[in-house]
């Protein structure tokens, strides 16, 4: 069963996401109510403003497949960080979401069990331990 992921943050999926948001038209000041399309200069110059304003913030995704063992996460995080520009790295576990007491949370309408991500400790972690 596939129960680890990587989730954090890097430049290449600011950039899409960036891409995908950024609009290719601004609202003219002088005619209220009309659109001026941008150049591809300007329109890449306000993707490039939204990456790093993604870069700078605390948001942060799944960026790998489920892996079966947090050692082939660990191997992705390697890659990611060679390939490009990245920040908060982690491994993330699939497992049973608890409250503050240690129960768990259940789903009111299905009784069953809420799953989700959950942090998992790091190699410099265990090492240290």
Partial sequence: MSTFAVFGMTLDVAMAEARKTVKT?????????????????????????????TMGGGRIKQ??????????????????????????MQIRAKAVLVDAKGEPIINPKTKAPKVGFSGWPSKQVDQAA
Avoid: M, N
């Fill in 25 to 53: 038209t601004r609202p003219d000041p002088k005619r209220p109510g009309h659109k001026i399309e941008l150049s591809v200069d300007d329109w890449l110059f306000k993707v490039a403003q939204k990456a790093e304003q």
């Fill in 63 to 88: 960026l790998s497949p489920l892996f079966d063992a947090p050692q082939y996460a660990e191997q992705f995080i390697e890659l990611a960080r060679k390939g490009s520009r990245c920040r908060d």
